[in-house]
């Protein structure tokens, strides 16, 4: 004998409402412009921290091993966790729902742009080198250059990574669409706002994902016409 749950069936709370988009679409936007800002605003700071960090263990690898230890541990420690640990410290709002988005980025970032640095061949290094560039020179110029695709490639896992996490923030009060799913679960597990909020944060990351893959097509070029020819 099975059992469903009366909601299932219920023709009174359905899977998706037009009328309740209409009716709540200021709190449905406002919501949305949270998590876009969110989201960027998270990966734009694990990109700062995480580039450098690579180039550091593209330079010295003695340091690589560490590095990815310590993003790795960072990234396996439970979200709610990180949120219950960091909020005492940080307070509750976004600025606790950024540091710990971030830091869940941060291995994604350093591992491909670590890959991208040093599949860059030697032979272009040593001709970099021939050409009278410095380390500095070098690492502008040319590698970072070539190592934009790796780079390029964990930005865009990281990104719709960091959509699907910013929902966890709604622990604190600043999930952004996590929000509208958390209440509809609150309002007798009403599933037109839950779904709702789910298909606005794929949809979210898809636009991201997709404005990412452009933006790296722009940057290289060459990429293109490798694949032509």
Request: aromatic letters at 10%; a positive charge; charged letters at 10%.
């Amino acid at each position: 004998m099975s059992f469903r749950l009366s909601y299932l069936a219920d023709p009174g709370n359905p899977w998706f409402s037009w009328q309740y988009v209409r009716d709540n679409s200021d709190t449905i936007l406002a919501a949305l412009r949270e998590h876009t800002s969110l989201t960027a605003r998270a990966v734009l700071i694990a990109v700062l921290i995480a580039v450098p960090l690579a180039v550091a263990a593209y330079w010295f690898r003695a340091l690589a091993g560490p590095i990815l230890v310590v993003t790795g541990v960072l990234y396996t420690v439970p979200s709610l966790a990180l949120f219950a640990f960091l909020a005492p410290y940080l307070g509750i709002g976004a600025v606790t729902v950024l540091t710990v988005v971030a830091l869940y980025a941060l291995l994604v970032i350093v591992r491909n742009a670590l890959a991208g640095l040093t599949q860059v061949p030697p032979e272009v290094r040593e001709a970099a080198e021939g050409m009278g560039y410095g380390r500095w020179g070098r690492l502008f110029r040319i590698e970072l250059p070539l190592a934009l695709p790796g780079i390029l490639t964990g930005l865009r896992l990281a990104t719709v990574s960091t959509v699907a996490l910013v929902t966890v923030g709604v622990v604190v009060g600043r999930g952004g669409l996590g929000q509208l799913i958390f209440g509809g679960f609150q309002n007798n597990f009403y599933k037109a706002q839950i779904m709702t909020g789910t298909l606005l944060c794929v949809l979210l990351a898809l636009v991201f994902d997709l404005a990412l893959a452009g933006v790296g097509r722009l940057l290289t070029p060459w990429l293109r016409r490798r694949s032509a020819a």
